[in-house]
């Protein structure tokens, strides 16, 4: 078979357009008659909320201010709906969109904002996943905050522990992140030719927009129109709802071009980040340094909605006995509300965490063991025909030990000598 | 608000006084721009400065320099006068935000902001730098160790016009060394400014001090300077003077929680002040 | 308001400008330069980069009425699709472009970086580029690109 593109340096399609500035993100979209929309978000992580949008509506320049009441229906998300495009009784996190304000220009947006009357009544919030799972803790949503419990079950731990020389436990915890990507969120929305909503925005998902846009407006999708524009980077950060929902309602009920373009402050608010998770974890070795057994429980912070969480908890939990045959394993691992930012995708989506835990744990054992660290992983590592704890048969290419004697070979490290340890 | 740019020093000290200390000077507009953003600032006039040559050059007046208070690091990098013995100051100035943010800050706007972090200060305040203020009501000088130590304050109608210091004699070498979280646009976690001058008979003949984020605002640090001046110098003593460094630390940021590492991080940081002085000065010589 | 009089990629322009507008609005709202990009309006990602009377500068750290009688160049008067300058076709050939939105910026620092140095060091290049941030995570095909500017160039 000849390649034509793989294993080939191609030229980028769009780099032309890019290096020249050409290129148009979603905040270099301008229409004739447009206007600038603006939301208004929580300033604290847990209440029960009133609005009062009187005094902002009767400011000069604003055209209408859309909350929970405008919209058909208030429930999104990509796994649970347990966004509200507005919230309606309650905000859960600081930064929960409430309100959102159109108005001739952005300085009018900004001035009717700070004439919203929010009336806040705080309540107890819950910032410590570990605090969230206990039964008295306050709820996030509904009467628990378990979002999602994910097991493996292989062998037996207990006997694989009994048996080993050696155990290492430690509790390790990362911590929260955002993708930061360098261009904030944007778009406009206005009703194209053939009378569709029409938003143009830069997301990883066109498609889950447009069904979450159809079913908030409860109208048919292909009355909807999603253009991606170039994207500014995304890494997991664009995979949920932002200002598309907010956009379409906008230019729905106004038929006018609606523009947003997100400061970096806003962005920072507006999107998922990494899941900080608490790992717990209990590890097994016999004399020469075989892995025997593993207990591992791991605890996502999910924030204020789950978005990814069941996903991300997942693939942390699949990944937890790192790429090592270990004969009995036990894995928990949690996804959890709290009122503090909301977590999804990024980059590595669980997987990312849990070698921090997995190949700590492989450090401590080779040093109990006065074993070097390069030793004991090529007496564990996964190979081709290796069972993974799931079960799955890694039936194609597992070229890793390859690569770490590749690196040992480069590094010239002293495997078995004393200074290796 | 009204914005006005100024062509010279006279225009801006009249406009000062106009707006009765509701004008605002803007040079490089790299931290006010941000504050007017976000309205930490509400100023009923800017009055830009960054275009009026006689506010940016730098200086050789004899034993003096005096560095106008409207040039920019960039400047200052540039400027073949900060070579050889000042090379500190001039290290501080290129150890600044990023080429951005030094084509257009200027060591005047570095004072004014009172920032702890600022990184030209410390060298400044080694050099025991005067500051030249104007205002419709005429010329006075402050000493900018006054300004940060006693509070001496520039009146709402006064514009810093330049800084002047005496140069380095002999061979006293002006250091400087910083820790920051990464490379370029990275504001100082702690920064040392450092004049050391070893005689004939390796004793220590000048020292002074400074430190940059070690307090609310950057200051000269006179119990290590009590403690080594006169003295022999080897690594023990600059070693005791590291302690005694952490000790003045301790008592200004008690209870802080960036102090356990600030007391860590601080003994390279001095010495790497110290050290790259003494390094810097064979070269000069050489 | 105000009028300001500036040259913005060789053509003198006359305007209205309000008193707190920044030169990054000027640019994008006044004149459509969209290539000027937004992406923390403080000074720390350089997506706004120009280069003003030689040198970069973050046009977000500028007030437009500050600019007067300045000489601006943003990316769109750099090199187009017929004429398009070398850093830009670098940065094409090497792969030096990602998501795009650090591009102008970056290539803007490495105009003004090659201007005054023809002949950078690895070390200089890194220098000039610090006050841009790529999130894509890709700066040696940046630096590989202005490395090969530099040799195109010369």
Known sequence: ?421 | MEAYKAKSIDEVIRLLSQFEGKGKVIAGGTDLIIDIRNKKVKPEALIDISSIDELKTIEDLGSFIRIGAAATFTDLVESSLLDENLYGLKKAAREVGSPQIRNRGTIGGNIANGSPAADSVPPLLCLDSTLILRSIKGEREISLRDYYEKGFKIGEDEIISAIQFKKPEGRQILSFAKLGLRKALAISRLSIATLLEIGGDNRIKTIRIASGSLGRHPLREYKVEEFLIGKDFNEEVINEAVLVLKEAMEERLKGRATLPYKQRAVERVFKDAIYGGLERLKVVEA | MKKISLNVNGKDHILEVEEDMRLIDLLREKLGLTGVKEGCSEGECGACTVIMDGEVVNSCLVMAFQAEGSSILTIEGLGDEENIHPIQQAFIDVGAVQCGYCTPGMILAAKALLDKNPNPTEEEIREAISGNLCRCTGYNKIVQAIDRAKEVLR
């Open chain 1, 1 to 421: 078979m000849k390649l034509e593109v793989v294993g080939k340096n191609i030229l980028r399609i769009d780099a032309l357009s890019k290096v020249t500035g050409r290129a148009l993100y979603p905040e270099d979209f301008y229409m004739e008659g447009m206007v600038y929309g603006k939301t208004l978000r929580s300033k604290v992580p847990h209440a029960y909320i009133k609005v009062d949008t009187s005094r902002a509506e009767k400011i000069d320049g604003v055209i209408k201010i859309f909350t929970h009441k405008d919209v058909p229906n208030n429930k999104h998300g990509v796994v649970f709906k347990d966004h509200e495009v507005f919230c309606s009784e309650k905000v859960r996190r600081i930064g929960d969109p409430i309100a959102f304000v159109v108005a001739k220009d952005r300085k009018t947006c900004e001035l009717a904002l700070e004439n919203i009357l929010v009336e806040y009544e705080e309540i107890e919030g819950v910032f410590d996943p570990i605090e969230a799972m206990k039964d008295d803790a306050p709820k996030v949503h509904g009467d628990s905050n378990i979002v999602y419990h994910f097991k493996i079950r292989k062998g037996d731990v207990e006997e694989g522990f009994k048996n080993s020389h050696v155990i290492v436990e430690n509790t390790y915890k990362t911590h929260m992140v955002d993708h930061a990507f360098l261009q904030p969120e944007a778009g406009l929305s206005f009703i194209d030719e053939e009378g569709r909503i029409t938003v143009i925005v830069a997301t990883q998902y066109p498609h889950y927009d447009r069904e979450e846009i159809a079913s908030a407006l409860k109208i048919a999708e292909d009355k909807v129109r999603l253009i991606n524009a170039n994207i500014g980077g995304a890494f997991g950060g664009r995979e949920d709802i932002s200002l598309q929902i907010h956009l379409a309602l906008a230019a729905h009920e106004l038929k006018m071009p609606v523009k947003v373009v997100y400061s970096r402050e806003e962005s920072f608010l507006a999107h998922s980040k990494r899941h900080p998770l608490i790992m717990k974890y209990k590890t097994g070795a016999d004399k020469d340094g075989k892995l025997l057994a593993l207990e591992a429980e791991i605890i996502g912070d999910t924030g204020a909605y789950a978005s990814w969480a069941t996903n991300v908890l997942r693939k942390s939990g699949v990944h937890a006995t790192g790429p090592y045959f270990i004969p009995n394993v036990k894995v928990d691992s949690y996804a959890v509300y709290t009122n503090n930012p909301y977590a999804g995708a990024m980059r590595g989506f669980g997987a990312t965490q849990v070698p921090i835990a997995h190949e700590q744990q492989m450090d401590m054992l080779a040093e109990k063991l006065g074993m070097d660290p390069i030793t004991i992983r090529l007496k564990n590592m996964f190979k081709k025909g290796s069972v993974t704890a799931t079960g799955q048969v890694l039936t194609e290419s597992v070229p890793l030990q390859e690569c770490l004697e590749r690196v040992v070979e480069k590094m010239d490290f002293p495997v078995g000598e004393k200074e290796a340890y």
